[in-house]
């Protein structure tokens, strides 16, 4: 997956205090997200430090050393007896494309699937300059299921992918 020449990075589920501000440099720094959603994305951190696993949110960060190479953000949607979202998933913008996505979104899609989960959802733009991470999706098994029309903004749709997660290393059948 990832190219011989990765970093010897370790997972970490804690969130730690200074994760905050990495979040937010993580996102800000990829080019994709507007300054509000970068606040979204730190608020989640704040909110599973402040409130533990009832905050709803959990974490899984890819770490070398003292650095943050990568993270995603994912947990149960509420009111459902088997469904989950995947909030965010960014890896720092010097290794894109050399697969340490795809190791976060495979261990939380096997994390998921330990906690009882049968669908991940994941939502993103329909924006041109998103059209890398719907590829991304769409090559690691997850199908559109709906469009919602100027979600986001006028032209700018939210596309909603799923897949169901199985046990791991079994097929995957999206339907």
């Known amino acids: ?9 370790v997972w970490r589920e804690e969130v730690l205090p200074s994760d905050v501000a990495v979040i937010q440099q993580m996102t800000a720094a990829s080019g994709f997200f507007r300054p509000e959603e970068v606040a979204v994305a730190a608020e989640l ?4 430090l402040a409130k533990g696993s009832s905050s709803g949110y959990l974490f899984v960060f890819a770490q ?11 947990g149960p949607i509420a009111g459902t007896l088997h469904s989950w979202d995947l909030y965010w998933i960014v890896v720092q913008n010097h290794l894109r494309g050399q697969g340490l996505g795809r190791e976060l979104l495979e261990l939380v899609e096997r994390r998921v699937w330990a906690a009882g989960g049968e669908r991940l959802y994941v939502e993103t ?7 890398p991470t719907r590829r991304f999706y769409q090559s690691a098994g997850y199908a559109p299921q709906a469009v919602l029309p100027d979600f986001y903004a006028p032209g700018d749709d939210k596309v909603i992918y799923v897949k169901r997660t199985t046990r791991p290393g079994a097929a995957n059948d999206p339907d």
């Open 64 to 74: 070398e050393g003292d650095q943050v190479l990568g993270y995603a953000c994912y």
């Open 125 to 131: 733009s329909s924006q041109p300059r998103y059209r």
């Open 45 to 48: 951190a704040d909110e599973r």
């Open 1 to 9: 997956m990832f190219s011989q020449s990765r970093p010897a990075f």
